[in-house]
């Protein structure tokens, strides 16, 4: 009856050695939880490598204001609760300064709480509104919003004299949010949602829900929130059906899996999508051009891995940060949360950022572009 | 956890504790004991809220433990009564404007009711076939969870609002340690009363042979569903308890992986024993915390002290060391 007690012994010898030679030095922290794997790691996969890559950067450059930067990243899995305790051990273990990170928006609305009563600045990376809506004093966010993307198709609409439209919208986080979203600003922008379709985030054929809309009266046009594949089916499935009405699609699918999946079937679909990724598309005169173009050649090379919109929500968190940190001459919270909230004119990938103290976004629609797929390949819509 | 890793200079002493052990208030002073002296090695807030987590999961395990353990029946969906809970807390005060203590009532309350209508027909089924029926379940509270946004905020979640009893307010990590930790002690003490009562030996009965326990005369489809609600109700409790530690709530509460994250607490710890449930959730709370420092591998690490547990502890980390030490007795 020893057996058991060698492996066991060898076990927590190994781990006792691990937490010793966890052991920290002298440098400005920053803090970060991301979702890295599980089922949001599409977020947290690029978003990590973003801040790993260009904190080395910043250091190998000499640091900020002459201080090293050291990054702590925490692995929630996408699940609240562990970013809640990966939270408290940053403020607590860790004593970071700030945090950038916060993949989803369960995780981030977790985390937020431990950061306001710690007085830490957190730059979340998550899209819902709910983030920034109400103010809270020390949380900011980089990525537009649901919301955003709902006015700059209305906008769009209004502009082709279509104001009666069709939603059909996924049950996932991602659908769900954007579907309610949408409804509430219709309104403020003169569209009438005529009918409303819903499909699960594993379905495999949507012309039911089609079928439904191309017999209802009076739609105009159709807009798709979604995430995955849902969109790409329903997109196949619009053009089987022979529905000519325009097709809109979300910033979620604004990725070019979306083209592979739906095909042929993609031309003509309109969707609001990050400068990011139409970089080597965008006019020369465009304020964004330098930077996206950057960061997309960097994030390329170092990954080898296409660039996607969320990692380019990571640069600009942590660019924000590094930013505000310049002004501030050090790395002290509150003066940087200040500088923080001082953001003006920035220019990241998701757009020009100008914070306020009523605006921990600063993003306006320009942010976001309307883009049209003309044979497998994106065009901007001008 | 701690008197099951004795010292070689603490061997002579050994008898006499193993005679101690059999006391019936052994196992409660030592668990209450454990919970008392633990905050002297907690340094921060960190600590406590990996210590008050450590306490809710095991309340949830305690009753998971008794079907499980003792009813010897699977549930895949245990996490779905957790959500039960969790929500209780989270859309009384917000919705019902029902205060939390009350909602957190409710919610057992609502747990139980569930457990009765589901268990019946479920628990008529056995082995695969009730671990798919119960994994049914829990995916289906976690779908209502996530679509009826409405009230439940969706899959973002919603806020929680803090437990306020006679105007004061349950906030902060130290406070949730310890009324996670006089909660976890009455789940405990409840439990074991349990296990030593009629129903708890007809429940051994039937884990030892359905139908030899129905010759005896155990009502085997009465006890088997008395278990299952009473499960029901820690796992609801422990929900509500998580709800309000965290103020904040989404349905992954009651997704599949929490369920298997349960049973696996239960299995890692020791089917049928009251520490080992404890034991099970506090190596799966604390070993993903202590593994950070491996990164990238930290999953595969994980992956692999929980097998090497499972080949060398086969019967779960308590009872196979209980066993070590009686053996030496003899």
Redesign the interface.
């Known amino acids: 009856?020893w057996?058991?007690k060698m492996?066991?012994a060898g076990?927590c010898a190994g781990?006792a050695m691990?937490?010793a030679?966890?052991e920290a030095f002298a440098e400005i922290k920053i803090g970060s939880v991301l979702s890295v794997?599980g089922p949001a790691s599409f977020l947290g996969d690029p978003e990590k490598k973003t801040l790993e890559m260009y904190v080395e950067a910043i250091n190998a450059a000499g640091g900020v204001n002459g201080e090293m930067l050291e990054l702590v990243v925490?692995?929630d899995a996408?699940?609240?609760?562990?970013a809640?305790?990966f939270a408290?051990?940053l403020?607590?273990?860790d004593e970071v300064v700030a945090v950038v990170g916060g993949s989803?928006?369960?995780s981030t609305?977790?985390m937020a709480?431990v950061f306001e009563e710690a007085e830490i600045p957190f730059i979340s990376l998550a899209g819902?509104i709910?983030i920034v809506e109400p103010v809270r004093q020390w949380v900011f966010k980089t990525p537009h919003t649901d919301t955003m993307a709902c006015e700059k198709i209305f906008t769009d609409l209004k502009e082709r004299d279509l104001t009666s439209v069709a939603l059909i919208s996924g049950?996932?986080?991602f659908g769900?949010?954007m579907h309610?979203q949408c409804k509430k600003v219709a309104p403020d922008h003169g569209i009438t949602i005529v009918h409303e379709e819903t499909y699960g985030p594993r379905d495999s054929d949507m012309t039911p829900q089609l079928t439904n809309i191309k017999n209802a009266d009076g739609v105009q046009a159709v807009v798709n929130p979604g995430f995955g594949q849902g969109p790409a089916i329903v997109t196949r499935n619009y053009r089987q059906l022979g529905i000519s009405l325009p097709l809109y699609q979300s910033h979620g699918v604004a990725s070019k899996q979306f083209i592979e999946l739906a095909g042929d079937a993609a031309d003509g679909v309109r969707l609001p999508a990050a400068a990011l990724l139409i970089a080597d598309k965008l006019p020369d005169g465009d304020p964004q051009k330098p930077v996206v173009v950057s960061y997309k050649q960097t994030y390329e090379e170092k990954t080898g891995q296409d660039v996607s919109t969320f990692g380019g929500h990571a640069y600009d968190g942590l660019m924000i940060l590094i930013e505000a940190a310049k002004r501030a001459g050090g790395f002290e919270p509150a003066k940087v949360r200040d500088e923080i909230e001082k953001t003006s004119g920035f220019v990241g990938t998701g757009g020009v950022v100008n914070m306020s103290p009523s605006d921990h976004l600063g993003l306006d629609l320009s942010a976001f572009r309307m883009l049209e797929i003309e044979s497998g390949d994106w065009t901007l819509v001008e | 956890m701690q008197d099951e890793t004795l010292t070689p200079a603490a061997r002579p002493i050994r008898s006499r504790l193993a005679s101690l052990r059999r006391h019936p208030l052994a196992l409660p002073a030592a668990l209450t004991v454990l919970v008392a002296v633990t905050p002297l090695f907690l340094a921060?807030?960190?600590?406590y809220?990996?210590a008050a987590?450590v306490l809710i999961f095991a309340l949830a395990c305690l009753g998971l433990n008794l079907l499980m353990g003792y009813a010897g029946q699977i549930s895949l969906g245990h996490a779905g009564f957790m959500g039960i809970g969790a929500y209780a807390v989270a859309i009384g005060p917000a919705h019902l404007g029902l205060p939390s203590w009350l909602s957190l009532l409710a919610g057992a309350a609502l747990s139980a009711l569930v457990a009765f209508i589901v268990g019946r027909p479920i628990l008529r089924l056995k082995r695969h076939y009730l671990a798919v029926a119960t994994l049914g379940f829990g995916l289906l509270i976690a779908i209502v969870l996530?679509?009826e946004?409405e009230f439940t905020g969706?899959?973002?979640?919603m806020?929680v609002e803090r437990m306020q009893l006679f105007g004061w307010t349950a906030k902060g990590?130290v406070t949730w340690y310890w009324i996670s930790a006089i909660t976890f002690l009455l789940g405990a003490k409840l439990a074991l009363n349990l296990i030593d009562s009629p129903t708890g030996r007809a429940l051994r009965a039937i884990h030892d042979g359905e139908v030899a326990a129905s010759v005896l005369g155990v009502d085997v489809a009465r006890k088997k569903l008395a278990a299952f609600v009473l499960a029901a109700v820690y796992a609801s409790v422990a929900g509500s308890y998580?709800a309000l530690f965290?103020?904040?709530?989404?349905p992954?509460?009651a997704g599949f992986?929490r369920s298997i994250e349960l049973v696996a607490m239960v299995v890692l710890g020791g089917m049928g024993s009251i520490l080992g449930s404890l034991v099970g959730t506090a190596v799966l709370v604390v070993l993903?915390?202590?593994?950070?420092?491996?990164h990238d591998y930290?999953?595969m690490v994980l992956g692999l002290?929980i097998i090497?547990i499972m080949i060398?502890?086969r019967e779960g980390i308590v009872p196979?060391?209980a066993a070590?030490l009686g053996?030496?007795r003899s």
Not at chain 1, 78 to 82: H, I, K, L, V
Not at chain 2, 44 to 47: I, K, L, P, R
């Open positions: 009856m057996s058991w492996p066991v076990v781990l691990l937490l030679g966890g794997t925490y692995d996408a699940d609240p609760n562990a809640r305790t408290t051990r403020v607590e273990q989803t928006t369960g609305l977790a709480p819902a709910q049950t996932g986080g769900k949010s309610a | 921060s807030s960190y600590h809220r990996i987590l996530t679509n946004a969706g899959p973002d979640g806020a990590t998580l965290n103020g904040h709530i989404t992954d509460v992986l993903p915390q202590t593994l950070t420092v491996l930290e999953h002290i090497c060398f502890l196979t060391l070590a053996a030496r």
